[in-house]
């Protein structure tokens, strides 16, 4: 039996971006906010002193900052004939643990997504018929516009103090910047950062090819920075261990380095680590949120009442804890009804491996930073006609190299033994002249009617409740567009020189085991019809009104950039929404 | 929500306050106001509370001395353990006279020899606003000194070469704001407190104001405008030091961070900047002439900074303004008494963090990483490379790691 704890006004289950975001934002407002966090608090410096931040084995191999599978994992499968089984060592995706979550370990790469892609099923049906959609895709509107969102893509970037070349100022579009990109309302806070060699060697083949390359935008300071709640981040080392580290030198945007100290400052505002939540509570009539309980690391399970539970935790987190609370009908693929579980996506990242001539070219490559780069947008998303091509959807394509570690960044040329002496000389001759670009081709993956998430009928997990289930696999669709970005991507390498370039497709059937990002999508998505969407266009719960859900489970279906831009532009928008819609009249904000 | 659950507890505070017997007029926003403000520019929090404890001014606290600890005692309302039952006048001749209700004399770890400078009337209002705070029942054992010092008659004589008590008295040739600033740094601020040296009886050596004293395992730097950092600060600089904790050069860590936390972040700009007008008028002794560590020591110690340090100090040690202390130009760095640099590097160190400078920004610990020798390589090297400190040896290393693993606070 549960021990019940005094009541709340805003219970938050995960402490990363979104809940950091919407706790600031709803302590701000003068609600009394508790979030409970599965996994530890971490600080700068006593989590990620310099003294190991940069410790490789610890924290990109052994997984040092995140979730134990022995706390709790999933299980996989490609096909829904197949029987799935439990994941026990990371690998597609990484699980973050700890407060901040994945905003921790991530890299910093700050996108917006296109105007188009809120739009995505609309868009496409007008411009190529829907006849040219595969007929088993499921890609839906988001029911929230671009325009909308653009002030709270604009919050986000100035709290992070992201650094960019604006490409587009209200409808004027900027020299050096990316031309596809929605309007924004202001520039960046910040200048670009400095670019290594590869990568304005990049710029320039690819500006030789008629393309417009322009610098990522990214979470990592060009310079020392003072956000607008009055918490300051210093400039960048360009040191490389970013994805997967922590930083040490508050260098890079996270929760740490912008929002906990405000955050935290506020007596309306506490927090408890090592508690997992192990469900949502519902009363007696299921549609209304009473608290959540969750088990503390001795074992006790706890009550916490709240009169508002927002879901912030990582995405198939998020739909596990749904289809454990019974909020919303689970997704049936054979019957194509539910919605908690539909429309599940992931990504289609490739690499080109380039090796250059030793004699001509140093690269440096340990100058890095997490989201250091420069790409092109030519074939993202919509931005280029693919009537001729057979596919929809695309990506970005840059010189992302974001580190030049030892034990992951050691490219040598195909044939090369996998170890011993002549693979030692051959990354002795290479390292300095070679590129792997992390994220090179950063494509996205449309939602289709047999790609979901459920619970296991057979696994579970430490408190005995059913582990979740992906079924996931990759379609035509995808194969083609990545194999089409992956050979223009190729093209560039080819015109600045390499004398060996390695393309490295995505292929199918889906492989679990083989890192790609941690940019799960789907699962709980927003959208304006309750049939199709388990959240409303204030990511609110079309069951439960006082459960709002956020993160990329409510992306309807995955565009070809990193998720965090938006998925905090979706966070501020929520909050907005709570703070001048909801808290007036609490209920359903959208009747459907 | 929260605000007016603490309203409601005020009212009943101050409900109950009034059945005390005190002469303190607790209806008067304005003197409780006052009096809440002296208390910050006294910084009576500080001592008085146990850090992080949710009862101010409750007591408990150990203050280390030269001489032994001492524990401050409850000056929470609390009739029993506390002031409840205070006198106005026994109150003020506790504060400004170093008297004890009982007539026994108190140990200068209160500083009365500083509160002497505040009037009757000021002490009056500290004593009107702490009876409006919540009263905790909280009986403190004060005098843990060894004998013969926990006898109190001692204090006559110490009172008798160091106390000597007088009011305020403006300079009519300075500003005000000269003046105010004096005010509140010579009385209520009680700076010399920890930066004036001391004698071997604990007394503050008058004749070198400011000059620097090391307590309670912190060096409180010179702050006269000679050879302390306040030779390169502005008054702006120092005026933001004391308002949010950190400047272009340095943050507050430790006591300061303290002293930040509760005092000077609390005063209103006005004060701050007087305070900082009158630090800079305070001539202090030169720099010392140069003393360079051995170069293959400060090789290593050069090696260990890059490794380690460069990346938030930078390579140049001019860290970044308001988040990273400026090694280059440190006080707490180039000053003769390495025991902060040591004690930073070993044990690492939280930054003070405001309201207007929420981040408190903190350094790691490498006492785990680094032995002796080579802290002792990095410290040279930080303390000479820029400056012109003393090296700093092995030995001073262990001890002060000794130390260290030997602290409660």
Redesign the interface.
């Known amino acids: 039996m549960a021990r019940k704890l005094p009541r709340k006004?805003v219970v938050i289950i995960g402490l990363g971006w979104t809940g950091a975001i919407m706790a600031y934002e709803l302590a701000e407002a003068?609600?009394?906010v508790i979030a409970i966090e599965r996994g530890p608090w971490r600080?700068?410096?006593?989590d990620f002193?310099?003294?190991?931040a940069a410790d490789e084995l610890r924290f990109r191999i052994r997984h040092e900052l995140f979730l134990r599978p022995g706390q709790t994992t999933f299980t996989f499968r490609n096909k829904a004939s197949q029987t799935a089984l439990p994941i026990r060592n990371w690998g597609a995706f990484m699980p973050p643990n700890g407060v901040g979550g994945g905003g921790v370990h991530w890299n910093a790469e700050t996108w917006r997504f296109l105007p188009s892609d809120f739009v995505l099923k609309t868009h496409l049906t007008e411009r190529y018929g829907a006849g040219f959609l595969p007929e088993d895709m499921t890609i839906q509107d988001w029911a929230v516009t671009y325009d909308e969102l653009e002030p709270h893509y604009d919050k986000f970037e100035y709290l992070c103090g992201t650094s960019g070349q604006a490409g587009n100022i209200k409808g004027t579009i900027m020299e050096g910047g990316n031309p596809f990109e929605g309007p924004r309302s202001r520039p960046y806070p910040n200048p670009p950062q400095d670019q290594p060699f590869s990568h304005t060697l990049f710029a320039k083949a690819a500006r030789d090819l008629g393309y417009k390359p322009f610098p990522q935008p990214s979470g990592n300071m060009s310079r020392?920075y003072?956000n607008p709640?009055?918490?300051?981040?210093?400039?960048c080392?360009y040191?490389g261990f970013c994805e997967w580290f922590g930083c040490?030198?508050?260098s890079k945007a996270s929760p740490q380095t912008t929002i906990l100290?405000?955050l935290i400052?506020n007596?309306?505002f506490s927090a408890r680590d090592n508690s997992e939540v192990t469900r949502i509570d519902l009363d007696s009539s299921g549609k209304r949120a009473t608290g959540v309980t969750f088990v503390d690391t001795a074992g006790d399970e706890w009550e916490q009442p709240a009169d508002l539970v927002v879901l912030s935790a990582y995405t198939i987190f998020n739909v596990q804890l749904l289809l454990l609370s019974g909020i919303g009908k689970a997704y049936d693929p054979s019957a194509n009804t539910g919605v908690v579980g539909r429309n599940f996506t992931h990504q289609t990242v490739s690499d080109v491996v380039s090796f250059f001539d030793s004699a001509k070219f140093i690269f440096n490559p340990f100058i890095a930073s997490g989201a250091i780069g420069m790409c092109i947008d030519e074939f993202n998303g919509d931005n280029f006609d693919h009537a001729a091509h057979g596919f929809v959807g695309g990506g970005y394509v840059g010189q992302v190299q974001t580190n030049g570690r030892p034990i992951e960044t050691t490219p040598v040329p195909p044939g090369t033994p996998l170890w011993g002496a002549e693979w030692k000389q051959a990354v002795k001759e290479n390292y300095q002249s070679a590129t792997k670009p992390g994220t090179g081709v950063h494509g996205s993956m449309y939602s289709y009617r047999d790609v979901y998430v459920d619970l296991d009928p057979t696994y579970k997990d430490r408190f005995s409740r059913p582990l979740v289930r992906i079924t996931m696999d990759f379609h035509d669709n995808e194969i083609k567009q990545n194999k089409f970005l992956t050979d223009k991507f190729a093209e560039i390498f080819e015109a600045m020189g390499a004398k060996q370039v390695h393309k490295e497709y995505r292929k199918a059937p889906y492989d679990i085991t083989k890192y790609q990002t941690t940019h799960l999508c789907g699962g709980a998505i927003m959208g304006s019809d309750p049939n199709t969407s388990a959240l409303n266009r204030y990511l609110q719960n079309w069951d439960v009104p006082n459960l709002f859900v956020l993160g990329a489970s409510a992306f309807p279906q995955n565009a070809g950039y990193n998720p965090t831009g938006t998925v905090a532009a979706l966070a501020y928008w929520a909050a907005d929404a709570i703070r001048t819609k909801y808290l007036k009249n609490p209920g359903q904000l959208i009747n459907a | 929500m929260r605000r007016s659950a603490r309203l409601g507890l005020t009212a009943l505070v101050l409900a109950v306050g009034t059945g005390k017997g005190t002469g303190a007029d607790l209806q008067g926003f304005a003197a409780i106001n006052r009096g809440r403000y002296l208390a910050a520019a006294a910084d009576c929090g500080s001592c008085h509370t146990i850090p992080g404890s949710n009862h101010p001014f409750s007591g408990g606290r150990p203050i280390e001395t030269p001489f032994g600890i001492l524990v401050s005692p409850n000056i929470t309302p609390d009739r029993e353990t506390g002031i409840g039952a205070w006198s106005d006048d026994e109150f003020d001749a506790a504060v400004r006279k170093g008297r004890r209700r009982d007539g026994k004399l108190l140990y200068p770890a209160m500083p009365f020899p500083y509160f002497a400078r505040m009037s009757q009337q000021e002490v009056k209002d500290i004593r009107t606003y702490l009876a409006t705070v919540e009263p905790v029942h909280n009986a403190v054992a004060v005098n843990q000194l060894p004998f013969p010092l926990n006898q109190r008659a001692v204090m006559m004589v110490w009172d008798r070469l160091y106390f000597a008590p007088w009011t305020f008295k403006d300079e009519p040739s300075k500003s005000k704001e000269w003046n105010r600033g004096a005010y509140l740094v010579q009385g209520p601020g009680h700076c010399g407190a920890c930066h004036t040296p001391k004698t071997f009886l604990g007394g503050d050596k008058l004749s070198k104001p400011l000059q620097g004293y090391t307590l309670q395992g912190w060096v409180a730097p010179d702050i006269t405008s000679g050879q302390g950092p306040l030779g390169q600060w502005s008054v702006d600089d120092l005026s933001q030091y004391l308002r949010t904790g950190h400047n272009r050069f340095a943050a507050a860590a430790g006591l300061m961070g303290e002293v930040v936390e509760l005092s000077t972040s609390k005063l209103s700009d006005g004060d701050i900047y007087a305070m900082a007008t009158y630090l800079k008028d305070v001539s202090g002794p030169r720099p010392a002439a140069d003393s360079s560590g051995d170069s293959s020591v400060l090789a290593a110690g050069g090696a260990i900074y890059q490794d380690l340090c460069s990346a938030c100090h930078k390579s140049d040690g001019t860290g970044v303004p308001n988040l990273i202390p400026n090694l280059a130009q440190a006080a707490t760095v180039n000053t003769g008494d390495p025991t902060t640099v040591l004690r930073v590097i070993l044990q690492g160190a939280q930054s003070v963090a405001t309201d207007r400078e929420p981040t408190g920004p903190a350094m790691p610990a490498f006492g785990w990483q680094l032995n002796d020798t080579q802290v002792a390589a990095v410290a040279t090297y930080v303390r000479n490379h820029w400056g012109k400190a003393p090296p700093v040896s092995a030995d001073d290393v262990n001890k002060e790691r000794k130390a260290l693993d030997a602290r409660t606070n």
């Open positions: 006004d003068g609600l009394d600080n700068t410096a006593t002193p310099p003294g190991y020392p003072q709640l009055g918490v300051r981040l210093g400039p080392t040191c040490g030198n508050y100290p405000a400052r007596s309306n």
